[in-house]
Each structure stands twice: as C-alpha cells, then as structure tokens.
C-alpha cells in the first residue's frame, strides 16, 4: 500500500483543484522553477509554492512531482509539449 497507485489521485480522488491551482500547475507542468512560475503568473513564490501545497493536499500527493503527475492522470491539467 506504499506505491503511488493507492494514491488518492490516481484514481480520480480527492477534491476538485480550483482554477488558481490548475494554472499553477499548468506553469509549473512544462518544466519551469518556482521562481519563474512566480515571474510569470505575477505572483509570490509563497504563493506558488502555497497553491502547490494546496493541490497536493487535495490529490493525496507526497511531492511535487506526483501533484503534477496526479493532475494530468486525473484530467486537471494537460499533459504538457516540450519543444
């Protein structure tokens, strides 16, 4: 029961993420630092790092990375194109 498919965000779990935690998300997904997602949005990296927090919460996610792996499996955000 350790692995990442008991998590909560692999089966479509956990609470709807808001507009404000996908867009962060969105940001983040294409491989850019906190700081320059913070550039970029207009925001705090406070505040960035405090919506990631958010959504990892509401996902059952145990880092960053899974948030964001656990937002595209559930549908929250797109897979991302890197050039």
């Known amino acids: 029961m350790d692995g990442p498919e008991d998590a909560s965000g692999l089966d479509g779990g956990g609470a709807p993420l808001t507009t404000t935690e996908r867009t962060v998300l969105a940001v983040l997904a294409r491989g850019?630092?906190?700081g320059?997602?913070?550039e970029t949005l207009g925001?705090?990296?406070r505040e960035v790092c405090a919506?990631?927090?958010s959504a990892g919460r509401k996902l059952g996610?145990?880092?960053g990375l899974?948030?964001?792996i656990f937002a595209v499996?559930?549908?929250d955000i797109r897979r991302p194109v890197v050039d």
Do not use: F, I, N
Request: hydrophobic share 45%; net charge positive.
């Open 73 to 75: 499996r559930r549908g």
């Open 61 to 63: 996610a145990r880092s």
């Open 32 to 34: 850019t630092s906190v």
């Open 66 to 68: 899974e948030v964001l």
């Open 43 to 45: 925001w705090s990296e």
């Open 51 to 53: 919506q990631l927090a």
């Open 36 to 38: 320059k997602a913070a």
